[in-house]
């Protein structure tokens, strides 16, 4: 099976701007998850999809939204960019169905700068 | 409320050596807990996983981990280091109330010829 995919893999913004990164899971996963990865705040959750709903949420402001499709792809979507939110944006799907053991599987990230 | 505590921010061993790699979980629930490896501009690779099937369990390339409830730790060890084995090691929880995984703040093996 492929894995799961992020796009794009590098991105520069500035500050104000908005940016929205795609993410499409592994065939058959439905749970869809976002995490940012910093230096100094560490591997931080941001929310799940699962079925086109978001099902859990971090401790993020609502510039950090995301959304979820009918065939499981998602995009988060941050507005208003600071340069604290600088990061590398990891994606993860996981099978959310019976025997489930919740292990999540990652893309390779999408790294955004901020400037 | 979850928590994960990786004891060593860095980790340097010489090739060859035992590798061993400290967590330390708090859940309230029976958690399920993981070992993820992430190499330089990488996302993050799954070693191994609890799932309470078993307290000693394997991961792929030579990994092991053993779940102690009593200590509520969960340490990676590897017998012998391999210079590929250089990397940032996660251990990470999650509980039943929802595909969240918590993860510790991570710890950097450095290998040693």
């Known amino acids: 099976k492929a894995g799961v995919t992020q796009t794009p893999r590098y991105l520069i913004k500035t500050r104000g701007q908005q940016v929205t990164l795609s993410c499409s899971p592994i065939?058959?996963?439905?749970?869809v998850s976002w995490y940012q990865q910093t230096p100094g705040q560490g591997l931080q959750f941001l929310f799940e999809?699962?079925?086109?709903?978001?099902?859990n949420k971090g401790n993020f402001p609502g510039r950090f939204s995301g959304r979820q499709f009918s065939n499981s792809r998602s995009e988060m979507n941050v507005s208003t960019l600071e340069l604290g939110d600088s990061a590398l944006y990891l994606c993860?799907?996981?099978?959310?169905?019976?025997?489930?053991?919740?292990?999540?599987?990652f893309g390779p990230g999408t790294r955004l700068t901020v400037t | 409320a979850q928590s994960v505590t990786q004891l060593g921010s860095h980790v340097s061993v010489s090739e060859g050596a035992l590798v061993l790699l400290r967590c330390n979980y708090s859940?309230?629930?029976?958690?399920?807990l993981f070992w993820y490896v992430q190499y330089p501009n990488q996302g993050l690779q799954l070693l191994l996983k609890?799932?309470?099937?078993?307290?000693l369990v394997k991961g792929i390339n030579g990994f092991e981990a053993e779940f102690k409830k009593s200590e509520t730790s969960f340490h990676l060890t590897k017998p012998s280091a391999h210079m590929s084995d250089a990397a940032e090691y996660f251990c990470a929880v999650i509980s039943n109330a929802g595909n969240m995984l918590t993860f510790g703040g991570g710890t950097r093996l450095m290998v040693k010829p």
């Open positions: 609890y799932t309470s099937a078993a307290t």
């Open positions: 993860a799907s996981s099978y959310d169905g019976q025997g489930a053991t919740y292990e999540q599987y």
């Open positions: 065939s058959g996963h439905r749970s």
């Open positions: 859940s309230s629930v029976p958690p399920y």
């Open positions: 999809y699962f079925s086109e709903t978001q099902r």
